[in-house]
């Protein structure tokens, strides 16, 4: 009798599962997390210890410069009172740029169906965040006075530029979250309906487009452009410049980032994605070539004498090299001829011309911050100059492996370039003996 009612006693306990036995509903995010790191690394070993010892050395040795800032303030640069701008804010106008150009490669997807490029949307819109990041983190470094930076949003003046872009940049950033999240979702097959979220990416895409256009990167040549004291900024142009510049710019960054991502964990990119955007880089730095041409030809015609000042000290002074070597010849010419030839068909060349690129843009944002501010804009006045200090460039080094490093462990949380099955098949593993099983098993399927 005592056995049956312990009996009955343990299975009425069994039956009844405690609240601490009860499973946790598991929400989208961590869903999203335990899919990406299952199916798709961010890369494979040793590539991925390599990359983050590199970013970690990089942070470490750059604190320095941090410190320096921190403690001593603009001192620790090369910055005067007739010298305003340096380094940061090139990267500054150059991260912007980066961003936009990503943010309008994303929008050749989510907004006019060129799904020829989806595999790199949900990159590129991850780009687009962290590259924004970086930029504010550069002008914020910049700022004389930190602490005065929240004043930007609290007050606000409809004829100040800055007072639109500050705006413009926080309206960007929550549309670029709000649509990765959404082509997130889509990816994992969280969605209730996926027509319904391809209709809100469009929508998103298509209030993102003409705000990275003429707010975000067209907005910060505004910045520029207004300033009638300095020759080579004042004029309508200057914003058409800077976007341009950004689609040269962030297409070129996309490509590396997909082609080193693709090798780090194995797989051989797309060739036919790569000739892809090989041509979109080819048309928008054939633009961006015209657009240089008219930015000096027009001066030069008019005799506009306190912007021929300007151009000699860009192409004649001691700087000149970073003019003709590396903006036009390594960041125009050579990239262009290489795309615009049956080299593209090679992926090899396609890289090496974006990387190029990638450096020749910055040598085009200091060329469009530094060398307008060495000639005074008194008459009288000393011809100023100016070096980048060392905090000023161990400083960069530290952002810029904030936001690799930022952007890597995003990637290893979600599922940023984790290809779908048929998006596999074209990117088959370059040696399938040594890769894991899981990731076999994922490709035959």
């Known amino acids: 009798m005592t056995t049956n009612d312990s009996t009955t006693t343990d299975l009425t306990t069994t039956s009844t599962p405690s609240a601490a036995d009860t499973p946790e509903r598991e929400s989208w995010l961590d869903r999203l997390r335990r899919g990406s790191r299952t199916e798709e690394p961010f890369l494979h070993n040793p590539q991925r210890t390599i990359w983050y010892a590199v970013l970690f050395l990089a942070l470490i040795v750059g604190s320095w410069a941090v410190w320096n800032r921190l403690t001593i303030g603009l001192a620790a640069t090369d910055l005067t009172s007739q010298m305003p701008w340096g380094a940061w804010v090139a990267f500054y106008i150059y991260f912007v740029g980066l961003s936009a150009g990503a943010f309008l490669l994303s929008s050749l997807v989510y907004v006019f169906g060129m799904y020829q490029f989806e595999r790199i949307g949900r990159m590129a819109l991850l780009s687009a965040i962290v590259s924004m990041g970086v930029a504010l983190a550069f002008i914020g470094s910049d700022l004389g006075k930190m602490e005065r930076a929240p004043t930007t949003v609290l007050h606000f003046h409809w004829t100040s530029p800055l007072s639109w872009e500050v705006r413009f940049y926080t309206i960007y950033i929550v549309l670029l979250i709000a649509e990765l999240t959404i082509a997130l979702r889509l990816h994992k097959g969280l969605v209730r309906s996926v027509d319904n979220a391809h209709k809100w990416m469009r929508i998103l895409g298509t209030i993102?487009?003409?705000?990275?256009?003429?707010?975000?990167?067209?907005?910060?040549?505004?910045?520029?452009?207004v300033v009638k004291a300095r020759g080579m900024w004042a004029g309508g142009l200057f914003p058409v410049i800077f976007v341009v510049s950004a689609i040269v710019s962030g297409t070129a960054l996309?490509?590396?980032?997909?082609?080193?991502?693709?090798?780090?964990?194995?797989?051989?990119?797309?060739?036919?994605?790569?000739?892809?955007?090989?041509?979109?880089?080819?048309?928008?730095?054939?633009?961006?070539?015209?657009?240089t041409f008219y930015e000096f030809i027009v001066p030069l015609l008019a005799f506009q004498f306190h912007e021929t000042d300007v151009i000699a000290v860009i192409t004649l002074g001691p700087m000149?090299?970073?003019?003709?070597?590396?903006?036009?010849?390594?960041?125009?010419?050579?990239?262009?001829?290489?795309?615009?030839t049956r080299l593209r068909q090679r992926?090899?060349?396609v890289i090496a011309a974006c990387f190029m690129v990638v450096v020749g843009i910055l040598g085009v944002r200091f060329n469009i911050v530094v060398p307008p501010l060495i000639t005074p804009v008194i008459e009288g006045y000393p011809v100023n100059t100016y070096v980048p200090t060392f905090t000023e460039w161990g400083l960069s080094m530290f952002i810029i492996a904030g936001g690799a490093l930022a952007y890597s462990l995003l990637s290893e949380l979600f599922p940023i370039h984790e290809p779908t099955p048929e998006e596999a098949r074209t990117e088959p593993l370059l040696d399938a003996a040594a890769a894991p099983a899981a990731e076999r098993e994922r490709v035959a399927s």
């Open 320 to 340: 000149w090299w970073t003019f003709w070597i590396v903006q036009l010849g390594v960041g125009m010419v050579i990239p262009f001829i290489i795309l615009v």
């Open 208 to 225: 993102g487009v003409p705000l990275a256009i003429f707010g975000v990167h067209g907005g910060t040549g505004t910045i520029f452009a």
């Open 254 to 291: 996309l490509t590396l980032i997909y082609y080193w991502q693709r090798r780090g964990v194995g797989r051989r990119p797309d060739p036919k994605l790569l000739s892809n955007l090989g041509i979109v880089l080819a048309g928008a730095l054939g633009i961006d070539l015209g657009l």
């Open 347 to 349: 992926a090899a060349w």
